[in-house]
T-cell receptor, first 113, second 113 residues
Framework: DAGITQSPRHKVTETGTPVTLRCHQT?????MYWYRQDPGHGLRLIHY???????DKGEVSDGYSVSRSKTEDFLLTLESATSSQTSVYFC????????????FGQGTRLTVV | DAKTTQPNSMESNEEEPVHLPCNHS???????IHWYRQLPSQGPEYVIH???SNVNNRMASLAIAEDRKSSTLILHRATLRDAAVYYC??????????????FGKGTSLLVTP
């Protein structure tokens, strides 16, 4: 299994506070992704990275920012958490060629109260 | 992006084969067909992928129609551990959107003893 670690695994935070989720990989994969998953929806892409300091927006990027200062770490920040950002967040990584499989972390369950 | 259509749910008996269908009538020539599954409370995991020819691996087989407008994921002998949501995803080698996976709602597979 690919070495992908998400932290924290669970978090409860208050509306209006900033929150940072971390994804750490040991596979030296070029591509990293943040998804969110809500009941009744499949996974939706928030942001992705195609290299150190190279990031771009996904389908549901409003209210989120990301940073990737090292190959192994991809941070997702909720600048001012809202209840609509209560969700399960998944990080994923992939190697250089697109016909390799993507590997997913175990998820972070975030509750904004 | 080309879309896929899957049944919302399917049911199978343990130790019997399962055929999970996927329609993708607008598939382009450069779209690969990927399958992922998500076990309860886990991140998605790769199952199989293919372009034109049928594919087999230790987890499953992928049968692709000659016109590529549909495909079928085959689990040869379902176990209780195969109960999951199965996602059929098209991935275009020609689009450099970070190669992110575009998840739909998938098929929820129930396996009964």
């Amino acid at each position: 299994d690919a070495g992908i670690t998400q932290s924290p695994r669970h978090k409860v935070t208050e509306t209006g506070t900033p929150v940072t989720l971390r994804c750490h990989q040991t596979e030296n994969h070029r591509y990293m992704y943040w998804y969110r998953q809500d009941p009744g929806h499949g996974l939706r892409l928030i942001h992705y990275s195609y290299g150190v300091k190279d990031t771009d927006k996904g389908e549901v990027s409003d209210g989120y920012s990301v940073s990737r200062s090292k190959t192994e770490d991809f941070l997702l920040t909720l600048e001012s958490a809202t209840s609509s950002q209560t969700s399960v967040y998944f990080c994923a990584t992939q190697g250089t060629t697109m016909n390799t499989e993507a590997f997913f972390g175990q998820g972070t369950r975030l509750t904004v109260v | 992006d080309a879309k896929t259509t899957q049944p919302n749910s399917m049911e199978s008996n343990e130790e019997e084969p399962v055929h999970l269908p996927c329609n993708h009538s607008t598939i382009s020539g450069t779209d690969y067909i990927h399958w992922y599954r998500q076990l309860p409370s886990q991140g998605p995991e790769y199952v199989i992928h293919g372009l034109t020819s049928n594919v087999n691996n230790r987890m499953a087989s992928l049968a692709i129609a000659e016109d590529r407008k549909s495909s079928t994921l085959i689990l040869h002998r379902a176990t209780l551990r195969d109960a999951a949501v199965y996602y059929c995803i098209l991935r275009d080698v020609g689009i450099h959107s970070g190669y992110a996976l575009n998840f739909g709602k998938g098929t929820s597979l129930l396996v009964t003893p």
